[in-house]
């Protein structure tokens, strides 16, 4: 499984970001995906997740109501909309996946994409 982000760049406060990871797996939609974010000093932390299949989505509350994710199973990718942005949103973003649905098994692992460096500026 390899995971390759991009998108990420400065931009000012209130402005957008979107975060895309294409992901090198068979059988895309059977796999879960993950955004996780890592601030200079800080742990790093879950920012939104989204399940198998057409996706659920899942949110850290520090982003809700202005992150986007979902997912293009065509394209193999899955994608992070970021809105009104806030010095506070500054990190390193990666992408994750850590379970899929093959064949109806329940299978967990955990893979991470190299990371992209969001700033924004106040």
């Known amino acids: 499984v390899q995971l390759q982000a991009s998108g990420g760049g400065l931009v000012q406060a209130g402005g957008s970001l979107r975060l895309s990871c294409a992901a090198s797996v068979d059988s895309f939609s059977?796999?879960?995906?993950?955004?996780y974010r890592q601030a200079p000093g800080k742990q790093r932390e879950l920012v939104a997740g989204i399940s198998t299949g057409s996706g659920t989505p899942k949110y850290a509350d520090s982003v809700r109501g202005r992150f986007t994710i979902s997912r293009d199973n065509a394209k193999n990718t899955v994608y992070l909309q970021m809105d009104s942005l806030k010095p506070e949103d500054t990190a390193v973003y990666y992408c994750n996946t850590d379970y899929a649905v093959i064949h109806g098994t329940f299978v967990r692992f955990d893979y991470w994409g190299q990371g992209t460096q969001v700033t924004v500026s106040s």
Do not use: C, D, K
């Not at 059977?30 to 955004?35: D, E, G, M, P, Q």
């Open 30 to 35: 059977t796999y879960a995906f993950n955004w």
